[in-house]
Nanobody
Framework: QVRLQESGPGLVKSSQTLSLTCTVS??????????WSWVRRPPGKELEWIGH???????FYNPSLESRTSISRDTSKNQLTLQLSSVTPEDTAVYYC?????????????????WGQGTQVTVSS
């Protein structure tokens, strides 16, 4: 059974860098053809795709967030990391890691094969 578990601080101050970790069990993040994404849902809004990292470690980001986003991985720990810099209250959201066997970007939940339970992040002004 594949499980994704997000972790990180629930409260971040404006202008700081948000750092979240996704720990994957039951599958390797280097499994061929899989892409590991970070997505978020701000309160009252639809899902927003942040970026992904491929099985080979290549990254691709949402252009609207790219200047502030970094996704990395630790293959020895089977973990993904999201860093989002210069946060504002607009970055308040539930953050999820998710995975699918395609590089095509989507915000349709059912198109992802695996989801984490999500972690609430609140940015204080």
């Amino acid at each position: 059974q594949v499980r994704l578990q997000e972790s990180g601080p629930g409260l971040v101050k404006s202008s700081q860098t948000l750092s979240l970790t996704c720990t994957v069990s039951g599958a390797s993040i280097t499994t061929a053809y899989y892409y590991w994404s970070w997505v978020r849902r701000p309160p009252g809004k639809e899902l927003e795709w942040i970026g992904h990292i491929s099985d080979s470690g290549s990254t691709f980001y949402n252009p609207s967030l790219e200047s502030r986003t970094s996704i990395s991985r630790d293959t020895s720990k089977n973990q993904l990391t999201l860093q989002l810099s210069s946060v504002t209250p607009e970055d308040t959201a539930v953050y999820y890691c998710a995975s699918r066997k395609s590089p095509i970007i989507t915000i349709i939940e059912r198109e992802y094969e695996y989801w984490g339970q999500g972690t609430q992040v609140t940015v204080s002004s």
